[in-house]
């Protein structure tokens, strides 16, 4: 059974860089072709992709945010990372993990973190 | 970036009426291997994204067979044969032909 969890601080003050972790079970990101991506959701943008990395540590990043973005794995303990660098207001909304099969297929995700940006 | 229009934003319907939702792009979604990287997510409120349909008309496991889908290069639909209530949500779509990838605006399926 498949399963993603994500975490995170919860709230943060303008300026600031966010940590996200993203536990999961179920797979393993050193399987041939396996990937985890990073998606968030907030009310003024929707559905917004962020980042994906692969198994062979490949990392690929949405260009409206890639200066602010890192991306990371440890595969022994089954999580992946993402860090946002200068969080700002805008930046308010639920961060999901999932799990992107091939690339092509998100077929998991986790239940996602609120993260709200306030001074 | 692409963009992903979808329509209608609001769909209201009855259980067992069969309705559709579509979902254009502003460019061709066949990929240089001969796939199209187009996806169906179904959003319960409280809950995160479920996959429904993949690469267009694939049906993921464990979603039932009410749901289908079909199109090619700029035009997409996703079809419910016979609402049920628990298909209440919001509909998005996605493509992950072109980086980035990128979502519709969803469309929301409401009772009657």
């Known amino acids: 059974q498949v399963t993603l969890k994500e975490s995170g601080p919860g709230i943060l003050q303008p300026s600031q860089t966010l940590s996200l972790t993203c536990s999961f079970s179920?797979?393993?990101?050193?399987?041939?072709?396996?990937?985890v991506g990073w998606i968030r959701q907030s009310s003024g943008k929707g559905l917004e992709w962020l980042a994906n990395?692969?198994?062979?540590?490949?990392?690929y990043y949405n260009p409206s945010l890639k200066n602010r973005l890192t991306i990371s794995k440890d595969t022994s303990n089954n999580q992946a990372f993402l860090k946002i660098t200068n969080m700002d207001t805008a930046d308010t909304a639920t961060y999901y993990c999932?799990?992107?099969?091939?690339?092509?297929?998100?077929?998991?995700w986790g239940q996602g973190v609120m993260v709200t940006v306030s001074s | 970036d692409v963009v992903l229009t979808q329509t209608p934003p609001t769909l209201s319907a009855t259980i067992g009426q069969s309705v559709s939702i579509s979902c254009r792009s502003s460019?061709?979604?066949?990929?240089?291997?001969?796939?199209?990287?187009l996806n169906w997510f179904l959003q319960r409120p409280g809950q995160s994204p479920q996959l429904l349909i993949y690469?267009?008309?694939n049906l993921e496991s464990g979603v039932p067979n009410r749901f289908s889908g079909s199109g090619s290069e700029t035009d997409f639909t996703l079809k419910i044969s016979g609402v049920e209530a628990e298909d209440l949500g919001v509909y998005y779509c996605?493509?992950?032909?072109?980086?980035?990838?990128?979502f519709g605006a969803g469309t929301k399926l409401e009772l009657k």
């Open positions: 999932a799990r992107n099969y091939g690339g092509y297929r998100l077929d998991h």
């Open positions: 179920g797979f393993s990101l050193s399987t041939y072709g396996m990937c």
């Open positions: 990395i692969w198994w062979n540590d490949y990392k």
């Open positions: 460019q061709s979604l066949l990929d240089s291997d001969g796939d199209t990287y």
């Open positions: 690469s267009v008309s």
């Open positions: 996605m493509q992950v032909t072109h980086a980035p990838y990128t």
